[in-house]
Nanobody
Framework: QVQLVESGGGLVQPGGSLRLSCAAS????????IGWFRQAPGKEREGVSC????????AYADSVKGRFTISKDNAKNTVYLQMNSLKPEDTAVYYC??????????????????WGQGTQVTVSS
């Protein structure tokens, strides 16, 4: 049974940093692509970043390039999202998602079948 648990959200001032964690159980990261998504009130869920299962390649939404970094620790079966230089427009519920995939990258929510419960990130002074 695929399970994903996000943590690390909270309240941070503009310009600050947070690191989100996505702990996976019931499967190994060796065979799954992991994505980070976010959803702000009144908006559709959007892709933020993803990391490949095969070669560790990554993809980012233009809005977060240069500020966010995705990484994974296969030994801990955990994926991280380091978020720096946070802006108020980054405020959202952040979700991680997993999909069994033979390589490849995607920022489309509909490409992912397993989701965590989400963690709130609020950027405000």
């Amino acid at each position: 049974q695929v399970q994903l648990v996000e943590s690390g959200g909270g309240l941070v001032q503009p310009g600050g940093s947070l690191r989100l964690s996505c702990a996976a159980s019931g499967f190994t990261l060796d065979y799954y692509v992991i994505g980070w998504f976010r959803q702000a009130p009144g908006k559709e869920r959007e892709g933020v970043s993803c990391i490949s299962n095969s070669d560790g390649s990554t993809a980012y939404a233009d809005s977060v390039k240069g500020r966010f970094t995705i990484s994974k620790d296969n030994a801990k079966n955990t994926v991280y999202l380091q978020m720096n230089s946070l802006k108020p427009e980054d405020t959202a519920v952040y979700y991680c998602a997993a999909e069994y995939w033979a390589g490849g990258l995607s920022l489309e929510p509909t490409d992912f079948g397993s989701w965590g419960q989400g963690t709130q990130v609020t950027v405000s002074s």
